[in-house]
């Protein structure tokens, strides 16, 4: 039972009004001056304790919402409608007749389904979305209310029902954290145990005018570094996980029923050490450029697994970071925290000397040390490749800092960029 952050995303409701934003998301633009519409939200997963009656009453409750959802998705698909609204005159009759929902419920029903078909056919699947019966309740403020003694009321077909919230410290912390905004909510029953997920969104804040870049390299050895040359979480990461490949090699050779339970077992294990590591650096890296006032600047997706410095036996680790998600994790903190973020295209990044531009292969040494061949600099490959990353974003005109902004193209090219053009021409 941890607190689950999602993405930020703007209110779905909402969704229509704000269309500047969905279009600035969609560049990845999550730093704008001139408007300031963008929400982050976050869900806390909290355990709820159920008498038994209240207990049949949600399960019967959650089949019908389910079958109801269903329906209401069939309908859609097959009239083609998207619309809430326009569904709802073709639903909502035979919905509360058919599944015994009241009211609120049934359009709870029907907004799932109406989101799920949209969903679909912006993704082009050829067939219509279902919801098994054991899927979640979802909840709005009219069929759920948190009530004092960290209660909760919830709407079944059989009336109400109240449940006691299990909170640990952490969770009752953020669950009454009056600056965020409670929104819906979803029901889920894992093993035999409800949780309610609560969603709660928060207006971002007006990030700060950057003084500066603080540019990230993500890599094998360091899993980031960043410009002012502070390493997060490198060798021990490392060792672990190679412990961890050993044991799952041997399991896999072994290859009896026991080794393949197991190993479904440490793939989960993995899978949140990562989530955890991603966090924790995430939340460092964001912290750090919001002391300092800084944007962030991260190399752009493609260029962590394309790049050819990579050698054979490192593959595997390579691909196997979770690098996307760390990056997904920086970026919606820094949103939440009013930290603009930049990405920039990470080509030459580590071969090109952070001093005076040179750019070649032989520059890197080895895995950790870089000796410039022009200027004899040295320095630490990945501290050279983020203050490489840093300086790219400074110079990307579209990602210009707003008071600078149309004088980027118009400055002189910085020191190290001028040389590195001189050199070419020689
Ligand atoms: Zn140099």
Known sequence: MSSVERSPKPFRDAEERRAPFRVAHLFGVYYNTAMHTSVSTRTICCKVALDSAADAALRATQQAFNRAASYCAAVAWEQKITNKNKLHTSVYGPTRATYGLGAQ????????????????????????????????????????RLMSLDR????????????????????????????????????????????????QTKADPEPDEPTGVLGVDLGLVNLATDSDGEQYRGAQVQQIRARRFNHRRRLQQANTRRARWRLRQLAGKE??????????????????????????????LKGI??????????????????????????????????VPVRFVDPRDTSRRCSCCGYTAKHNRRNQSSFVCRSCGAAANVDVNAAVNISRIAVNQPHCAAPDTSGGASTKPPPLGVRLFTQKRQQ
């Open 152 to 199: 909760v009321s919830l709407n079944t077909m059989s009336g109400r029902v109240v449940g006691q919230l299990v909170l640990g410290d952490f969770q009752r912390r953020t669950l009454y954290d009056t600056s965020w905004t409670i929104g819906g909510a979803e029901l889920v029953r894992r093993a035999n145990v409800w949780y309610l997920h609560v969603a």
């Open 271 to 300: 899978a949140r050490f990562q989530k955890h590591t991603n966090r924790v650096i995430s939340k460092k890296l964001v912290q750090k450029a919001k002391q300092q006032r800084k944007a962030l600047a991260l190399e752009d």
């Open 305 to 338: 697994r394309e790049r050819a410095t990579v050698r054979r036996n490192q593959r595997r680790q390579r691909a196997s970071w979770a690098f996307f998600q760390l990056r997904q994790f920086v970026s919606y903190k820094a949103q939440r925290d009013g």
């Open 105 to 144: 419920l049934a359009c709870c029903a029907r907004d799932r389904a109406a989101e799920a078909v949209r969903r679909a056919r912006q993704d082009q699947c050829a067939t219509c979305p279902t919801f098994c019966d054991d899927n979640s309740i979802r909840y709005d403020a009219r069929t759920y």
